[in-house]
């Protein structure tokens, strides 16, 4: 049964431009959170996705965008790239309101230069 | 605004001891989820609290969990050097058909020495 899966695993990335990451959930969950781990950090709640539709979003600004597809797999995207958006981005799935936990992908390192 | 606090941030310990890490939480939660993670790694899951008074244990872990004073603990026995790692406590509110989300504490970094 495969778990979470994240792609890519690492990306560098130039200020100002834009990126895409990607989740495929757990088989059987059906939706999707994303959550920045920076550096020594804990992670912090971005958006999750349930049904294609954001349900909750974290303090985060417009430049981070998400979406869901009918298979449930989701992307994340960030545009006009800061030096601070360098992280790890986590993925995590689990069932609507979360009912058998949460199962989190190995993320995306990614760094801004 | 739910806050999560994590003490001690840093804990240096000798192998055989034992100690007790706290999670403090601001607000009424829905459960409550202890994780491990290993430098560069992602989160694995160690305990998921559901009510009050509850206690998992797991070979050297124990979690607790007191929503009476918004406060769980993870205690470690006779630390090994294999339990080095960051520890992060996470607090889940659950909004009926608008989701959830897991707040995270600052985390714990776990050092055993021989």
């Known amino acids: 049964d495969a778990g979470v899966t994240q792609s890519p695993t690492h990306l560098i990335k130039t200020r100002g431009q834009q990126v895409t990451l990607r989740c495929s959930p757990k088989?059987?969950?059906?939706?999707v959170s994303w959550y920045q781990q920076a550096l020594g950090q804990g992670p912090q709640f971005i958006f999750q996705y349930y049904e294609e539709e954001e349900r909750q979003r974290g303090n985060f600004p417009d430049r981070f965008s998400g979406h869901q597809y009918p298979n449930y797999s989701s992307e994340l995207n960030v545009n006009a790239l800061l030096l601070g958006d360098s992280a790890l981005y986590l993925c995590?799935?689990?069932?609507?309101?979360?009912?058998?936990?949460?199962?989190f992908g190995s993320g995306t390192r990614l760094t801004v230069v | 605004e739910l806050k999560v606090e994590q003490n001690p941030l840093f804990l240096s310990m000798q192998e055989g001891k034992n100690y007790t890490i706290y999670c403090n939480y601001s607000?009424?939660?829905?459960?409550l989820y202890w994780y491990r993670q290993d430098p560069g790694k992602s989160l694995e899951s160690l305990f998921v609290l559901l009510s009050n008074g509850a206690v998992k244990q797991e070979g050297r872990l124990m979690a607790s969990l007191d929503t009476k004073a918004r406060l769980s603990t993870l205690h470690i026995t006779a630390a090994v050097h294999d339990l080095s790692a960051t520890y992060f406590c996470a607090v889940d509110i659950i909004s009926g058909t608008s989701g959830s989300r897991l707040t995270f504490g600052e985390g714990t970094q776990l050092t055993v020495n021989p």
């Open positions: 607000t009424t939660s829905d459960r």
């Open positions: 088989s059987g969950h059906d939706t």
């Open positions: 995590a799935s689990s069932l609507v309101a979360a009912r058998s936990g949460y199962t």
